[in-house]
């Protein structure tokens, strides 16, 4: 994999962001039910990238990051199967929780990532 040699993790910022945005996507009034799966396409994208970055710099957290996403996976996995049946104010305490816990786990978590991969670059 090339290593981005940039002072910030910009992929991974951006990532976020979309996926900010696909999540808010969920309570809008007239969704698309395809967001589910878009979310679900764009969150594996960017857990795998994450996950790649942690093994290919041996990163010490490892496992408790992965267990982190898989958590996210399966709630995930779970709207996709079951969204069919949401009314609209299910859709918008479901989207109120992934932020909260997107959110949560950008600022802890993935913080650390990013500060670890910034001191890899910078060797
Ligand atoms: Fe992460
Ligand atoms: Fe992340």
């Known amino acids: 994999m090339v ?12 990532q976020h962001q979309q996926l900010f945005r696909l999540i808010d996507q969920i309570k809008e ?3 698309d ?10 969150a594996e994208y ?14 010490p ?6 267990d982190a996403h898989n958590k996210f996976r ?20 479901l989207s109120l929780f992934l932020r909260e816990w997107l959110m949560r786990h950008v600022l802890g978590t993935d913080k650390k990532l990013e500060r670890f991969i ?6």
Request: hydrophobic share 30%; no cysteine; net charge negative.
């Open 3 to 14: 290593m981005q040699k940039t002072s910030e993790l910009i992929w991974q910022d951006a």
């Open 29 to 31: 009034s007239r969704v």
């Open 33 to 42: 039910n395809s967001v589910f799966k878009k979310l679900n396409d764009y």
């Open 46 to 59: 960017h857990f795998m990238l994450e996950e790649q970055y942690m093994l290919e710099l041996d990163y």
């Open 61 to 66: 957290d490892r496992d408790a990051h992965k």
């Open 74 to 93: 399966r709630e995930l996995a779970t709207m996709l199967e079951e969204h069919q049946s949401y009314d609209e104010d299910l859709r918008k305490s």
């Open 118 to 123: 910034m001191e890899s670059n910078s060797k």
